[in-house]
């Protein structure tokens, strides 16, 4: 009979540059591109105003999690949620206030259960009725 190994981390990246995951990896060196370029056509001032929030982006994209989830993930349904077109629709419903419940009133109908009939019998059919009729 053959044996076969289960994989046991499935939801865990592989780790395959050091200790990065590929996509942090990644995620770094474009951020490191983007900086390399700007050293080479930025005058100093123009560099670090390009290079330090570029390295702080792709440090976060790499590194950061918010609530457990990825900050590129995150990124996404920030922008999601300012770009998609969205549709707020609210109509007031005007409800009836209640106080306090006093006999006599419309109410009392429903809270009211059936009076003795007959036999018991009727009553318990009646309450099996009503059962089914509830789903339970």
Avoid: C, H
Wanted: no cysteine; proline share 7%.
């Amino acid at each position: 009979m053959q044996q076969f190994q289960v994989p046991q981390y499935i939801n865990i990246e592989d780790r395959i540059i050091g200790p990065l995951t590929l996509k942090q990896f990644l995620y770094l060196a474009g951020g490191a591109a983007i900086v390399l370029i700007a050293w080479f056509f930025l005058n100093a001032f123009l560099f670090v105003l390009v290079a330090v929030p570029v390295a702080i982006l792709s440090g976060a994209m790499a590194f950061l999690k918010v609530g457990g989830l990825p900050f590129p993930t995150v990124l996404m349904n920030g922008i999601n949620f300012y770009l998609k077109p969205r549709l707020y629709i609210w109509k007031r419903v005007p409800t009836k206030k209640v106080t306090a419940f006093r006999p006599g009133e419309a109410g009392e109908a429903l809270l009211k259960t059936p009076s003795l009939t007959e036999s018991k019998l009727s009553d318990l059919s009646w309450s099996l009725d009503i059962k089914e009729k509830l789903g339970r």
